[in-house]
């Protein structure tokens, strides 16, 4: 099988490191919780936005290399490299920060699948599976274009674009229960609950 696999907020959590670089930044209570939300909605509290974009460019920029994946990627990864299925990340974001200095924001995500998502120190998605994209539209067809049977991602406008394949079933990732069912989406709380459903042995091939 052919699994696709979003990157931000799918792979990757950002939350402890927006959370340490408010810390650092003297932006935020200690005590607020480790969530990127909750430090995105205090510098909005505080009329501080501007701060909140220029965090972002750091976070997925400079500091990229500090940020944590989610539990479980790990041996999901493996499990699924051993049991046959060929893995591809694809992605979307901008090549530089809205603000701030210029990182090369694709440049900082590959580094990190490069050191990071390692098996006894190999890749554990080769480097030519890795597809960061500019736009929405181009990561949907890059969807289609690489024949993905299924595809991971933690946005919802991904999953129900029209420019989805028809073809690829839709998983959603929802770690803290954002979102309502939707009919034709597969909710997933975890890594863990993601390589259960794929080890099913109901999988259909498609
Ligand atoms: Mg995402």
Redesign the pocket.
Known sequence: MRIGL?????IVCYDPLFHRLALEAGLIPALLPVNKLAVRDHLRRLDKEELWTEMQGAVYGARMAEADMFPGVLDCLRWAKAAGHSLCII?HKTRHPFRGPRYDLHQAARGWVERRLLDQGLPLIPADQLFFELTKEEKLRRIAACGCDIFV???PEILLAAGFPEHTRRLLFDPEGHHAAVDGVTTIASWDALRRHLAMPCQPTL
């Open positions: 979003d990157f931000d907020n799918t992605s991602d933690d946005l």
